[in-house]
């Protein structure tokens, strides 16, 4: 079975180019070109460091954005601030982002009552997005 590299390997490793497009003739050529423009803006093909591709590494990522504000059994409360790392190309905070988040929370509160030997599994969630978080905002997550 092959490893991950460490998180110390500092190796880039290129994302393929974003492949050729059966573009039908029917298709506005304005929103063709909108689509293309988009696809560049989000980043589709650009290098990315070896070390993100780690076991863990989302995980160890996203705790250097959350402060823990208070711990109980059964109970998270924290906040994170909405540093340009964790936005969309909006400018606020990535729907992703924010799932990831209430994942580690959820596992993390559940480690409180849990114990370590026992495996655990967050099976669903469910999110509903009201408005998005601004960058540079922060945002308090109570689990």
Do not use: W
């Amino acid at each position: 079975m092959a490893t991950k590299p460490s998180l110390s390997t500092t190796t880039t490793t290129t994302v393929p180019k974003i492949p050729s497009f059966l573009i039908y003739p029917e298709m506005d050529p304005k929103h063709v070109s909108e689509t293309l423009k988009f696809a560049k803006r989000m980043s589709i093909g650009a290098p990315f460091p070896e070390n993100c591709n780690t076991d863990g590494f989302f995980d160890s990522f996203l705790r250097n954005f959350i402060k823990v504000d208070q711990i109980q059994p059964g109970r998270i409360s924290c906040t994170v601030v909405a540093k340009p790392p964790l936005c969309n190309s909006y400018g606020t905070l990535h729907g992703g982002t924010v799932g990831s988040l209430v994942q580690v929370l959820a596992t993390a509160c559940a480690r409180t009552v849990v114990a370590d030997d026992k495996q655990l599994f967050l099976g669903e969630i469910s999110i509903s997005y009201l408005s998005a978080t601004p960058a540079n905002v922060s945002s308090c997550f109570r689990k």
